[in-house]
């Protein structure tokens, strides 16, 4: 490089304009550093406005588009070399690019908080705890009045120092630990990574299982090298953990890394406790109840490779790892891998992405795959795998359809779905209720006047929680006390119609005494521990009701539960979503799939009043393959995604002629990008399906095109353009490229 060249570098940073910022490196600067701290993926600290910020080197180059002259010189260098390894970078480029998000942002709002704020990496090893000098030094009759206390210190002088992880393992809780620091016989440390290369023989930590013969078939389709997408798709019970596990195991004796995502953790530790089980090797968990510092202690664990195994949620897909062998998306067809705000990413689709760029094999997995994946199959671009019987000596359960309309209900609970709880309890088994409405009753009205309490941010009504007196909004939260009487005609007959998981927990209590019914819901599960409760009754084995929403059949086994009730199928299956019906064959299967997973045969009642509604029959009769072939055929025939690709553009506004007006105004700029056509339409502006929601109108303008390219080359060009609206800046508006709901 000449010496008077400038070195410039183009800096995105956490800022809602979709562009990079151009800042000089002072030639002072670049003297003292390697040239390693200015690449790519580097963090620096540099002038913004008033502000400092920190921010992520994209590009260097030596010349700039602006005056040179006046280009800002960057503050501070912060790291000595690249956060992000190269495949990462061109990870997040690419998904800034396709969902036409700030790259700043979509860095900024994925990446742990603690480098957002311009923290440096964490040294390797794991922060842990050992015995100070005067703990050393402690004599056999000390801490007598303390015995949890005592046998900590002698669990330390045997063990050496420990991983705090391995304390709380050993039974020593977190209390016990500050005491003794408190008293100075204790310090915390960094434990010096293990020597990283696990012998062969010692990787497994239990033997894993001889597979049986469509497992076999699946495992020796699934190559470790080279990137393959694979559609895992094996019905509740038939053995997809244990290809995971068996395909993690091959990647790890060639020492490479595997990235493991699962939609919810808390909702399923039996699989965290399977791989854990399985393997002797570090493994890492990122999920939402780390604090920031842990957060970014396993983030950089995966990074510097001391972690093999990366466990995680959504936001997981972007953890750096040094030498990624093979990812897994358990689930796949679940909504939260969509991030529904900000950054609206498909976890999903960029597992595949990345995969590819990796060229490394992925398996995403479910017993109820999306349509999205089935089709990819179909095309030919993934291959399907399928395991259609359960694994051991379980057997798939028998569904019956109760018939609404001839029989008599009680809180929600028809005659002979009471009937069916009494045997299987009487029989000393487990029952499981499922209603995905939480609350007391969805509705409170006057029987004199019909008025509703209705919630005056959202174009709702408010659900009656009656253990908490409370009236609240399930969509903006809003809560107030439950009147008494009648605002509009002042009658006290104020009536709380229809039934929530609370109802149905009071009246299945009363009808069954001496059973234990254990309620499942956002609201139940506040409280730390209480799910962990309701797994360990579960898992006793003792005769109980559990009742839940959605939260019940989210990947938890039940092998005790051999009854399945469903109050409520006919709220899925009018939905005005064009996924309505997929989803609705998705959670009826996965809740049918919670039941009889042990030994005892299980059996799922689905009450409803349309029992002959074909996608009901289809689904008893046929299962979900045939279901979803059926579901595919007609997307296919009214043309809708996966056969057509589809993007919304969302404005919002406290006013609703704003929010309305700028959409208007984005589809005549589109028009005049992309004329429409039938390759490609625009619909809209239209209300959001819940038009008012915390006080806010929304709106949206759907475009749709048979083509990704022409939709991509439009939008890249039309969000410019929406940027610099003026009308844009008091609205909220965003860009939802394959957007899960409208
Ligand atoms: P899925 O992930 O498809 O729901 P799992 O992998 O959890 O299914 O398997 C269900 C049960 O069957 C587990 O208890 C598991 O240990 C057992 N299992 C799986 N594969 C085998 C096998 N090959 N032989 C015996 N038991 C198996
Ligand atoms: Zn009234
Ligand atoms: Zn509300």
């Known amino acids: 490089m000449a010496q008077s060249e400038p070195f410039i570098i183009r800096v995105a940073v956490p800022s809602p304009l979709r562009r990079l910022f151009d800042y000089l490196v002072p030639a002072d600067l670049l003297q003292s550093h390697s040239p390693n701290a200015v690449q790519p993926g580097c963090r620096v600290r540099v002038p913004f406005g008033r502000r400092q910020l920190v921010g992520l080197i994209i590009e260097t180059a030596h010349s700039s588009e602006f005056d040179i002259a006046k280009l800002k010189p960057v503050g501070e260098l912060v790291d000595s070399e690249p956060l992000l390894p190269p495949s990462l970078f061109k990870l997040f480029i690419w998904a800034a690019n396709y969902y036409q998000h700030p790259i700043g942002d979509a860095l900024f709002a994925t990446l742990p908080v603690l480098l957002r704020t311009g923290q440096p990496l964490p040294e390797p090893g794991q922060p842990g705890w050992q015995l100070s000098h005067q703990g050393l030094g402690l004599g056999p009759n000390s801490l007598k009045q303390a015995p949890k206390q005592r046998a900590l210190v002698e ?9 705090l992880e391995s304390v709380l393992l050993a039974s020593f809780s977190r209390p016990v630990v500050r005491q003794l620091e408190h008293k100075g016989l204790l310090e915390s440390c960094l434990i010096e990574p293990q020597n990283q290369a696990v012998s062969t023989d010692e990787l497994l930590a239990e033997n894993s299982l001889n597979l049986y013969d469509s497992q076999r078939l699946a495992m020796d389709a699934i190559q470790s090298h080279g990137f393959n997408c694979y559609l895992l798709d094996g019905v509740t019970g038939s053995g997809k953990t244990e290809i995971y596990l068996q395909s993690i195991e091959k990647v790890l004796r060639y020492g490479r890394q595997a990235l493991v995502l699962i939609p919810e953790i808390s909702l399923t530790p039996q699989t965290k406790k399977r791989f854990r089980d399985r393997f002797n090797v570090p493994m890492v968990t990122l999920h939402s109840g780390l604090s920031d ?10 990074r510097s490779g001391e972690a093999s195994i990366v466990l995680g949620t959504r936001s997981a897909i972007f953890t750096a790892l040094k030498s990624p062998g093979l990812i897994i998306l358990d689930e796949e067809h679940d909504q939260s891998y969509k991030q529904q705000d900000g950054f609206r990413y498909s976890a999903r689709d960029l597992a595949v992405i990345r995969a590819r760029q990796e060229t490394i094999p992925i398996i995403l997995g479910s017993a109820t795959p999306s349509l999205e994946s089935l089709n990819n199959c179909a095309m030919g671009r993934y291959s399907h795998l399928i395991l259609d019987s359960r694994a051991g000596q379980a057997q798939q359960p028998d569904w019956h359809l109760i018939d609404l309309k001839n029989e008599s209900v009680d809180s929600g609970v028809a005659t002979s779905t009471l009937q069916a709880i009494e045997e299987t309890l009487n029989s000393n088994q487990q029952v499981l209720v499922f209603l995905n409405r939480r609350g007391y009753a969805p509705a409170l009205l006057c029987h004199q006047c019909g008025w509703t309490a209705d919630c ?27 009147p008494h009487h009648c605002p509009s005609c002042q009658s006290q007959q104020l009536i709380a119609a229809g039934e929530g998981t609370e109802r149905s927990e009071a009246f299945l209590q009363q009808r069954f005494p001496s059973s ?3 309620r499942v819901d ?6 730390k521990g209480a799910m962990q409760e309701v797994f360990d009754t579960a898992d006793s084995g003792e005769p109980c009701i559990l009742l839940g929403t959605q939260m019940l059949a989210k990947g938890h086994h039940f092998p005790n539960v051999t009854l399945v009730a469903v109050l409520d199928a006919d709220s899925g299956l009018f939905s005005p979503d064009f996924r309505g019906h997929e989803r609705t064959g998705q959670l009826l299967t996965q809740v049918a799939g919670r039941s009889g997973r042990g030994t005892a045969r299980g059996r799922v009642l689905i009450q409803t009043h349309q029992p002959q509604h074909p996608l009901l029959q289809i689904l008893m009769n046929e299962g979900y393959g045939q279901f979803a072939k059926k579901l595919l055929s007609e997307r296919q025939l009214h043309q809708l995604p996966p056969f057509r690709h589809l993007v919304v553009i969302r404005a919002e506004s406290n006013r609703a002629e704003l929010a309305e007006a700028f959409l208007r105004q984005a589809r005549r700029l589109a028009e005049t990008i992309a004329v429409p056509s039938t390759s490609l339409a625009y619909l809209g502006p239209l209300p959001a399906m819940l038009e008012k929601r915390g006080g806010r109108y ?3 303008l759907q475009i749709d095109a048979d083509h990704r390219q022409s939709l991509h080359g439009l939008l890249s060009q039309l969000a410019g353009q929406l940027e610099s609206q003026p009308e844009g800046r008091s609205i909220r508006w965003s860009i939802d490229v394959d957007p899960q709901e409208l």
Request: net charge positive.
């Open 293 to 302: 510092k842990q957060r970014l202690v396993a983030w950089n664990q995966a």
């Open 516 to 518: 234990k019914v254990l």
């Open 698 to 700: 929304r709106y949206l």
């Open 522 to 527: 956002r609201d139940s599960t506040r409280r």
């Open 155 to 163: 669990f330390l002088q045997t063990q050496g120092a420990a991983v």
């Open 456 to 482: 005056n941010q959202c174009d709702a009504r408010l659900t009656v929680h009656r253990a908490r007196a409370r009236l609240i909004c399930h969509h903006c939260d809003h809560q107030r006390r439950i």
